[in-house]
Nanobody
Framework: QVQLAESGGGSVQAGESLRLSCAAS????????MGWLRQAPGKGREGVAS???????NYADSVKGRFTISVDNAKHVLYLEMNSLKLEDTAMYYC???????????????????????WGQGTQVTVSS
């Protein structure tokens, strides 16, 4: 059973940076797709970024150039480096995983919740002015 645990959320001011981490356990295969999705108050869950075991990464237009997704395969940790944070980045951020390569739709900036069978509990990011 794959388990995911996020950390690194917090409260920052606009323009500052945060790095989210997601520790993964319970999977020994070689293929994966891991992603970050977020949910702001009163809104649906939206994709932020994803990366797969082939090294392909994808970003939502709203975060391109500001966020970077990466994986430390040796430590089994997924990261999301978030720079130049904006008020609209305020949300609960979820780490999610699939045991196959990322769907082609991710390259078009389209994520679906059911792309990922495994989810973490979420970590809150709050950006204030």
């Amino acid at each position: 059973q794959v388990q995911l645990a996020e950390s690194g959320g917090g409260s920052v001011q606009a323009g500052e940076s945060l790095r989210l981490s997601c520790a993964a356990s319970g999977y020994t295969g070689s293929n994966y797709c891991m992603g970050w999705l977020r949910q702001a108050p009163g809104k649906g869950r939206e994709g932020v970024a994803s990366i797969d075991s082939d090294g392909s990464d994808n970003y939502a237009d709203s975060v391109k150039g500001r966020f970077t997704i990466s994986v430390d395969n040796a430590k089994h940790v997924l990261y999301l480096e978030m720079n130049s944070l904006k008020l609209e980045d305020t949300a609960m951020y979820y780490c999610a995983a699939e045991l196959f390569l990322c769907p082609a739709m991710h390259a078009l900036g389209r994520w679906r919740e059911n792309d990922f069978p495994y989810w973490g509990q979420g970590t809150q990011v709050t950006v204030s002015s």
